[in-house]
């Protein structure tokens, strides 16, 4: 009975006159907007709810509701949400963007392709969308479309967006890098540090390049200017240790893994490299030690098995080795 009255009652908000209505609507938006801005995503949902209730048919809303969404990990209602801008407005090529985005989190490229691609037939010259259907093209392996879109979006990128502008040559030169074209993904991330001289990316992918043309010095300078900007990152220690691996300088490497391992204490390889490091100094029990960490954490890596294995027959422990061993070869690994 108290929901039939309140049904039959108007609600106060249809009262407001249309004008104010959709003042109002704008302010909760804007206010909404500030506080995606901050990562404050739950207050701006609120926001934004506010905001559709009071003026139903503004696109812009819910395709700004899709973007929080999308920021908590929520992505079927982000779904719903850029579903119902388009249908607004089948004309928003942001809309279609962010639709494009949830696609590629939800696993569903094709469709992200596509809406990105219709994105870009309602807006030519929507760098974001060449930029984005770019990363996916790129993540399937075709790096010849990933190329072209990377280039239109460079092309049509505004420059005084210097941090975005930088980026878009390191999406390039990867590209460039995945086709084996190396001296132009150099050309692309150096492009990238003229632009903006503090991207640690830009750097660290350098050092990846210099690595795989084998001048593991020069990647070592690279990884050292990555470090210095952003000392905490798991992946670039990794490779800086890896190069030091590569150039006997084993102490050196097992520095670098032991700091990976304190910024991702769960990450098995960097136990299983820093005992490959070990192991090739003679120092086996630690070795054993931090294989047997990675196994701990993945119970099925075959290598870290095998690379026991063979600590423990330096060891002379020949009955540890057996085992180890065949448990490599029950995982698929070859002698």
């Keep these: ?62 395709r700004a509701r899709a973007a929080a969404w999308f920021g908590k990990g929520q992505y079927d209602k982000a779904l719903a949400d850029c579903n119902e801008a388009i249908r607004l407005d089948p004309s928003s090529a942001s809309a279609y963007n ?21 994105a870009l037939a309602v807006k030519p010259n929507d760098a974001n969308a060449y930029a984005n259907r770019g990363e996916v093209w790129y ?55 003229r632009i903006n001289p503090k991207n640690w990316r830009a750097h660290c992918n350098r050092g990846l390049v210099w690595q795989t043309k084998g001048d593991n010095d020069k990647a070592i300078v690279e990884y050292g200017k990555a470090l210095a900007i952003n000392p905490d990152n798991a992946n670039i220690h990794t490779n800086r240790g890896d190069a030091w691996f590569r150039k006997g ?19 098995a390889l960097a136990y299983y490299d820093r005992g490959d490091a070990y192991h090739n100094k003679g120092d086996y029990d630690k070795a054993i030690a931090d294989y047997s960490e990675a196994i701990r954490i993945n119970p099925k890596f075959a290598s870290a098995y095998k690379n026991r294995g063979l600590a423990y027959r330096k060891k002379g422990e020949n009955r540890q080795a057996d085992q180890d061993l065949a448990r490599a070869k029950e995982l698929g690994l070859k002698p």
């Design 1 to 62: 009975m108290q929901r039939l009255l309140l049904a039959a009652a108007l609600p106060v908000w249809l009262l407001i006159p249309a004008p104010l209505a959709a003042q109002d609507a704008m302010g909760y938006y804007y206010q909404a907007n500030a506080l995606a801005g901050k990562g404050e995503y739950d207050k701006a949902i609120a926001d934004y709810t506010q905001s559709i209730r009071l003026d139903p048919e503004n696109t812009s809303t819910y």
């Design 98 to 118: 962010t639709r494009g985005m949830v696609w590629e989190r939800k696993g569903d490229c094709d469709k992200a392709v596509a809406d990105y691609s219709q």
């Design 139 to 193: 993540g399937k392996g075709q790096y010849d479309k990933a190329l072209a879109d990377f280039s239109q979006a460079l092309r049509l990128h505004d420059r005084n967006d210097t941090t975005r502008f930088a980026v878009l040559y390191i999406y390039r030169g990867d590209a460039w890098y995945g086709k084996r074209e190396y001296d132009k993904a150099l050309a692309d991330y150096g492009q990238a540090l």
């Design 249 to 267: 300088a084993y102490d050196k490497a097992i520095a670098d893994f032991t700091e990976t391992i304190r910024i991702a204490p769960q990450e």
